[in-house]
């Protein structure tokens, strides 16, 4: 299955149906519900053969039919689909199961605290599941009998199977399996790396079933395939898990916990190996569950053409209430959105992402590492803004088609990487190594980067003097550091100077209302340094820019990467806010150009409300040779535009909201 793309317009119809509700699928009609998805022009959905309350929607031997349900309705929904070429997966859930926590309250997950279930008594919170242990054979057992049910009665296209998400489980199966292996039950690391481990081993156990019955069956489990880890702890990296899965659909509800940068984030990671991607969002206005409300208009346009941009198809979450009627005005909206999509089609499909830099993820598999994430979330900022294309890498993936290798804040290296990465630098390969990255017993584990480590600073700010010929333009002041970072010293060219404060605040010895001011004299030590393998920056640039955005830090990359990166694939004198993604299809180019406000317009999230326009301003791109013809994709306009040492230069006169660009290489 692997290599296949995935349809681009689908529907995942949440149906999550309390036993308490009355008059189940009452309003359902047949006509109304297929005409609903062909006018919105869907090509793809999940169907619930059975919810979080435990109920299944079609007459099943294996548990208990939804009570106030009297038909046939997941089977009802499948064949329409069938009938109409739209692909339909059933959905199933693990460890979410109401009726089964009732029936079985002994395979509910147990903590190191006691808490059976992860559900404390009279929690009533959003997303208060009780939880049920994956590792349980018996349970196991059952999921394996429920899927072959399904597949005998109504043969899905696949299976897309909720919640494989371990909970620190201790319970007698997880702590027996975990001695086994050479885990301690009561060390809570131990206990997280058994998490991703026995997660891997449900996925690889179901898929392995599931194949059983039928090789064509796609398989999606809903377990954070998408994991930013460096791999070298491979049984619990989700490199591993990704293994048994056909496709990836990314999860990431922007007004809920995932927030913007969830996304792209997950896609840079996963846009260069060969499995098809989707992204899902919600109609919702925060995320699942949120009855009687409708996405902005602008937030649902700009995630699903975002998603597109990334090379991924779009899934569009959706619950159906209870009588089985779906909403005319949500499915006006999506069909909008799907039906532009549609018309894209012909020019998106097949293509593949350009991109000239590697970030090494600084997280080690098992791990939550929350200053790891705030990294990898500064990289995402610093290189999207600055209209870099970019791909996280872990250890196993290459690094020749790289220019350059960012080692953001907090990578550490074994042996065989470092080995590595020294030989990528002899072939050419650059470097880009901040804060702690790559130190190790007081020097850095690469000898092209010649650097003595003293330790952390002892100080929690310092400053950072810049030199104003190489860093002409910024203003001359020297700049707060957030986080002090490392004390270093090494050989090479100093592009910036350390300034320490007067002293370190304390409860008793401070100045005014913050950071104690810089000292009229710089030190000896570099906080910027050019090395033979590239520029180190001896403080977590990455973290604290996501943390502060203060854009100077943002000023000193741009310059640096100038520096390491000679021919970037974009140069542009787009805003910050403009995204771009450049990606490469049969004789031809396609750059997508996104204008759209993110705004935290409420307290507790991001949306999108605007769009943001543009007016005369330049793209140059990488193309190497002289296209034949540049075209705006919507409306088929072509579009003027200069060649010049490799780069082809558009001219945007004026731009709102998503725009495509085919730069055809061929008459
Ligand atoms: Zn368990």
Redo the contacts with the bound molecule.
């Keep these: 299955m692997n290599n296949k793309e995935l349809p681009y317009r689908q529907i995942h119809l949440d149906f999550h149906t309390s036993p308490y509700i009355e008059g189940v699928g009452e309003s359902f009609n047949g006509d109304e519900f297929i005409d609903t998805l062909k006018n919105a022009h869907v090509s793809s959905i999940n169907l619930f053969a059975k919810c979080h309350h435990g109920m299944y929607y079609y007459p099943t031997k294996i548990g208990r039919m939804h009570p106030n349900l009297s038909f046939d309705l997941f089977g009802e929904q499948m064949r329409l689909c069938k009938e109409n070429n739209i692909r339909a997966l059933a959905y199933t859930c693990v460890s979410w199961n109401e009726d089964v926590a009732d029936r079985h309250p002994e395979w509910l ?2 903590d190191a605290e006691g808490v059976r279930g992860v559900k404390k008594p009279f929690e009533s919170s959003f997303y208060s599941w009780r939880h049920i ?1 994956h ?2 054979r018996d349970y196991q057992k059952i999921l394996k009998e429920e899927i072959k049910e399904i597949y005998d009665l109504y043969k899905p296209d696949g299976f897309w199977i909720d919640i494989v998400q371990g909970k620190r ?3 007698k ?2 702590s027996k399996d975990m001695i086994s292996i050479g885990l301690d039950p009561h060390e809570p690391k131990d206990v997280l790396r058994f998490d991703r481990i026995s997660e891997t081993a449900f996925c690889r156990t179901m898929y392995e079933y599931i194949r059983s019955l039928d090789n064509d069956l796609e398989i999606f489990f809903n377990s954070n395939p998408y994991r930013l880890d460096d791999a070298e702890d491979e049984e619990a990296s989700s490199a591993e898990k990704r293994k048994y899965y056909d496709f990836i659909d990314i999860e990431s509800l922007p007004s809920d916990q995932w927030g913007y940068t969830h996304f792209p984030v997950a896609v840079n990671y996963l846009n260069k190996y060969d499995k098809a991607l989707c992204m899902m969002n919600g109609k919702f206005h925060t995320a699942w569950g949120d009855f009687g409300s409708i996405r902005n208009k602008n937030a649902l346009e700009y995630e699903c053409f975002r998603a597109i941009a990334n090379g991924s198809a779009v899934c569009i979450g959706d619950q159906l209430h209870p009588c089985g009627k779906p909403d005319k005005a949500v499915y006006e909206r999506i069909g909008g959105i799907f039906s532009q999509i549609e018309s894209l089609e012909p020019w998106i499909k097949g293509s593949e992402k350009m991109s000239g830099i590697a970030v090494m993820i600084p997280k080690k598999a098992g791990e939550e590492d929350e200053e790891a994430q705030k990294s990898i979330e500064g990289v995402y900022r610093i290189l999207s803004e600055l209209h870099l294309m970019f791909d996280f890498v872990n250890i196993q993936d290459p690094l020749e088609k790289y220019k350059l290798l960012i080692l953001p804040d907090r990578v550490t290296l074994n042996c065989a990487t470092a080995e590595k990465i020294e030989e990528y630098v002899s072939l050419g390969g650059r470097l880009l190594m901040t804060g702690s990255s790559c130190l190790k017993d007081g020097r850095s584990q690469l000898s092209c980067m010649d650097i003595i480590h003293h330790g952390k600073s002892e100080f929690s700010h310092r400053y950072l003097r810049l030199d104003k010929d190489y860093f002409s333009g910024i203003p001359e002041i020297d700049h707060v550091l957030y986080e002090a970072g490392e004390k270093t010293e090494g050989k090479g060219d100093v592009l910036a100077r350390i300034v320490e404060p007067y002293f370190q605040r304390t409860y008793d010895r401070f100045c005014s209302h913050r950071q104690t001011p810089p000292r009229r004299e710089e030190s000896d030590e570099a906080g910027i340094l050019r090395c033979k393998g590239g520029i180190y920056l001896s403080f977590p640039v990455f973290a604290i820019y996501s943390e502060y955005g203060y854009t100077i830090y943002r000023d000193i990359l741009e310059r640096c990467l100038k520096e390491l990166v000679e021919k970037p694939l974009i140069k542009t004198d787009l805003p910050a806010l403009t995204e771009l993604t450049l990606r490469k299809g049969p004789d031809r180019y396609l750059l997508h150009m996104l204008n759209y406000v993110k705004e935290r317009k409420a307290k507790v999230m991001d949306t999108v409300e605007e769009k943001y326009t543009v007016c005369d301003r330049t793209v140059r791109i990488y193309t190497e040779d002289r296209p034949a013809r540049v075209v705006r994709v919507q409306g088929q306009k072509e579009t003027g535009f200069d060649f010049e040492e490799g780069y082809t230069r558009i001219h945007i006169e004026r731009e709102e909201g998503y725009t495509l660009y085919n730069i055809e290489m061929k008459s």
Excluded: E, K, Y
């Design positions: 997950t147990l242990c590792n349980n489980c201790i319970c199966t997880c």
